[in-house]
């Protein structure tokens, strides 16, 4: 309706345009200091909001554990008296990510080197977390992988290095580590890390919104299937949420970023420790009656981009009265 009255603005007034056209010239200059105008609105909080025994006796199995998201999953979860275990290809980074972790929380944090493409290294590495601290009692599936590119010059090896990693490696594991739940008849939460495109799908990401989108389908076929066993399948969609890793493959030059922030309703971009406390909620006795469900976790992006219309927000009051002058000159329907 507004678009088609802005339309009829312009025919009814063509020497109008130009001015319209001007007001409408939707400039991001204003936007550029989100960080410091509405993100004061919006801090990040650290703090673990959750008492710090509410793992106490509970074993935590994080992939990808030892950088990043991961790695402020884990550091959580310690914190509030899990046992964890973390995994990667890079046993080295393993090592020493978990001797800071257990230095600073006091809580054994173990490395095991596990490349989650490969089924017969994913049952060796749950064989030896099953001897090492028994079956875990929360899953996280956070090891990913991702790049730009555009589609039309993805090779089948570049397929395969996300989807091996994202849908395939999370596939191995997640059946792997099920399987002996059941039969040890064990309840465990298993989470996955996944993002707000796998919804709807995003141009020059496809192989991880294809895969994404795999994994959110596979969680909710076992949240269905497998909740007689004791065990709950949960996803956390997110929005941009800046670590090295990501970064360094998404925005390569730093471009995006400012771009980004323009359009965050909240101003920012997430904190690995926000991602940590919502992680370790749903993945805690408190949120035992929530299984199958996917929670976005975005600052309000994917609602930025979706709405029409919300580009508006960057008109300027003085453009707004042009704006409605000329609204208010057009007559009939």
């Known amino acids: 309706m507004a678009a088609t009255l802005l339309v009829r603005v312009v025919r009814r007034f063509p020497s109008a345009a130009s001015d319209l056209g001007k007001a409408l010239c939707l400039k991001t200059r204003s936007n550029s200091t989100h960080e410091g105008g509405q993100a004061a609105f919006f801090p990040a909080d650290a703090r673990p909001m959750l008492p710090t025994n509410t793992f106490d006796g509970q074993v935590a199995l994080i992939t990808g554990g030892g950088t990043g998201l991961g790695r402020a999953m884990t550091m959580m979860l310690s914190t509030l008296g899990a046992e964890c275990i973390i995994t990667s290809r890079k046993l080295d980074v393993l090592e020493e990510t978990a001797r800071e972790i257990s230095a600073a929380t006091g809580n054994k944090v173990h490395a095991i080197r596990c490349d989650i493409r490969d089924p017969d290294t994913v049952k060796s590495a749950v064989d030896e977390v099953q001897n090492l601290t028994g079956l875990p009692h929360v899953l996280i599936s956070n090891a990913a992988g991702n790049f730009v590119c555009p589609s039309e010059n993805l090779t089948p090896g570049g397929w395969r290095a ?126 035992n009656w929530m299984t199958g469900s996917i929670l976005r976790f975005d600052g309000g992006e994917l609602v930025s981009l979706a709405g029409e219309f919300n580009d508006l927000r960057k008109v300027t009051k003085e453009q707004w009265e042009t704006i409605s002058n000329l609204i208010r000159k057009t007559k009939g329907s």
């Open 162 to 287: 996300i989807t091996d990693t994202v849908l395939t490696g999370t596939a191995y594991l997640t059946l792997e580590v099920g399987r002996r739940l059941i039969q040890a008849k064990q309840g465990a939460a298993v989470l996955a890390i996944s993002t707000i495109y796998s919804e709807f799908g995003s141009g020059f990401v496809a192989p991880s919104a294809a895969a994404k989108a795999g994994v959110e389908a596979l969680y909710k076929s076992l949240a269905s299937e497998w909740g007689r066993y004791g065990l709950r399948f949960n996803a956390i969609q997110l929005g941009p949420i800046k670590t090295k890793g990501a970064f360094s493959r998404l925005d390569p030059t730093g471009q995006f970023e400012a771009t980004m922030l323009a359009r965050m309703p909240t101003g920012r971009l997430g904190q690995p420790e926000e991602l940590a406390n919502l992680a370790a909620y749903v993945c805690s006795p408190y949120a």
